[in-house]
Nanobody, 129 residues
Framework: QVQLVESGGGLVQPGGSLRLSCAAS????????MGWFRQAPGKEREFVAG????????RYADSVTGRFTISRDFAKNTVYLQMISLKPEDTAVYYC??????????????????????WGQGTQVTVSS
């Protein structure tokens, strides 16, 4: 069983930055993909960014491309989401997720919530002046 714990959320002014962390433990494999999703009040959970653990290929939602960067640290078993130029519309609970589904990983980085098997508890990001 894979366990994921997010941290780094908080309150920030528009234009500010935050760095989210997701520490993984338990049964993990090099074939896994890691993803960040977010969910705002009254909206569906949406894909933000993802990365293949071994290959390092990445994928981003159009709304965050150029502002967010996903990366991973092999030694610390941790994936990061560096967020800059934050906007009020970025306000949401951010979730870390992982998957080892052969079908989902066949063509790259999965982007659908149902393609991911394990989820963290979420961390709140609020962008407001």
């Amino acid at each position: 069983q894979v366990q994921l714990v997010e941290s780094g959320g908080g309150l920030v002014q528009p234009g500010g930055s935050l760095r989210l962390s997701c520490a993984a433990s338990g049964r993990t494999f090099s074939g896994y993909a890691m993803g960040w999703f977010r969910q705002a009040p009254g909206k569906e959970r949406e894909f933000v960014a993802g990365i293949r653990w071994s290959g390092g290929s990445t994928r981003y939602a159009d709304s965050v491309t150029g502002r967010f960067t996903i990366s991973r640290d092999f030694a610390k078993n941790t994936v990061y989401l560096q967020m800059i130029s934050l906007k009020p519309e970025d306000t949401a609970v951010y979730y870390c997720a992982s998957t080892n589904s052969r079908a989902a990983l066949r063509v790259g980085v999965p982007i659908m919530t149902y393609e991911y098997d394990y989820w963290g508890q979420g961390t709140q990001v609020t962008v407001s002046s």
